[in-house]
């Protein structure tokens, strides 16, 4: 019989663990209070970048593994489009996936282009931009900031990709139930041969953890904007960033310590105002706001085995802060190897 696995939280680094569980052979069943665009990462601008997670010797190593995953599933990758014109509906293939050039900016003094970045083809920027700088063609405000630089990375549009990730998981074979809390680790069912949690910001209570603390993130979805094909990021004190997507643009953000879920009107018009001034356009209208809660943790990054007071084992996931989608594939995987699978 197959072995089965149970996985706590249907964000995505539960469902990219389910995926890759699934996929080999795996009886996986997750369980979580809300699945996909409900959870942190329906919230999340999911640019593929390090941002808020420690520590980096280990940070770095599972963004760049998830980077290789996801530029192998971008909707304009050539295998992808070549099973299209073999006759697969674009429907069954799209993963809400593509590359993007990010400008990373900040306001004062200046950037070191990361060691890592330049692996990738990172750049630093001369300011201020010309509108040659930018794929569209868009003069994007970058004199207003005194330095920055540019690399090409996979975008996941939320709106697209988490949807792609709950069939994948499903077609093979992945049971998701929803609406389920769990007060401790020991309540899951011990006919599961693994448990694995990847409870986000849950993780606090369900692991007794005071270490995890919420990073609350708020964002603003405008309309599309016109020839804006960069993402804008300056993650200074005052956080901001402008990210196109496949029908709108995010446009954010905030990064407190706070558990508050409800968006504050004020902060909203606060971040519409300094994106539109950055991007040097009139106030766009704002078609949703949405409240996530980063699980940064404050010592690292939690991937490790742990014995339950029942003797059962459960493989730890989660404080990946502001990196979920960034490090989703690169931390599946060494849950995977942690499990002996």
């Known amino acids: 019989m197959a072995k089965s696995v149970a996985i706590i939280g249907a964000g995505v680094s539960g469902l990219t663990c389910g995926v890759l569980f699934a996929e080999r052979g795996f009886a996986v069943r997750i369980f979580a209070e809300q699945v996909g665009t409900k959870t942190t990462s329906g919230a999340a601008g999911a640019l593929w970048f390090p941002y808020d997670a420690e520590p980096a010797d280990k940070v770095i190593p599972w963004a760049l593994a998830t980077y290789k995953v996801l530029v192998d599933l971008c909707d304009n990758n050539p295998s992808v489009l070549a099973l299209k014109l073999d006759g697969f509906k674009p429907s069954s293939l799209q993963t809400g ?7 990373q900016y900040c306001r004062a003094d200046s950037i070191k282009v990361p060691n890592w970045a330049h692996k990738l083809g990172g750049v630093a920027t001369a300011l201020p931009a010309t509108p040659e700088q930018c794929e569209g063609g868009r003069d994007v ?4 900031f005194s330095d920055g630089f540019s690399l090409r990375v996979p975008l996941m549009d939320t709106t697209i990709y988490v949807d792609y990730l709950v069939s994948r998981f499903e077609k093979a074979g992945g049971e998701i139930k929803n609406d389920v809390c769990f007060e401790k680790l020991e309540d899951v069912d011990r006919q599961f041969d693994h448990a694995i949690n990847c409870a986000g910001i849950g993780a606090r209570e369900l692991a007794r953890d005071p270490d995890l603390e919420p990073h609350r993130g708020q964002i603003a979805i405008v309309p599309k904007i016109d020839n804006l094909d960069c993402a804008i990021v300056c993650d200074d004190t005052t956080l901001m960033y402008a990210i196109p997507r496949t029908n709108d643009c995010v446009f954010g953000g905030t990064n ?9 009107p004020e902060t909203t018009k606060a971040i519409v105002a300094e994106c539109s001034r950055v991007l040097e356009i009139e106030s766009p209208r704002v078609l949703r706001e949405r409240v996530g809660l980063r699980p940064f943790r404050k010592s690292g990054v939690r991937l490790e085995k742990e014995k339950l007071r029942d003797g ?8 990946h802060g502001g990196s979920g989608f960034t490090l989703s594939w690169g931390c599946a995987r060494e849950v995977l190897n942690l499990s002996g699978a």
């Open 97 to 103: 996936v593509s590359m993007i050039e990010l400008r």
């Open 312 to 319: 059962r084992t459960v493989i730890h996931n989660y404080g």
């Open 256 to 264: 407190d310590v706070s558990d508050n879920l409800d968006p504050n």
């Open 141 to 144: 405000g970058g004199h207003n």
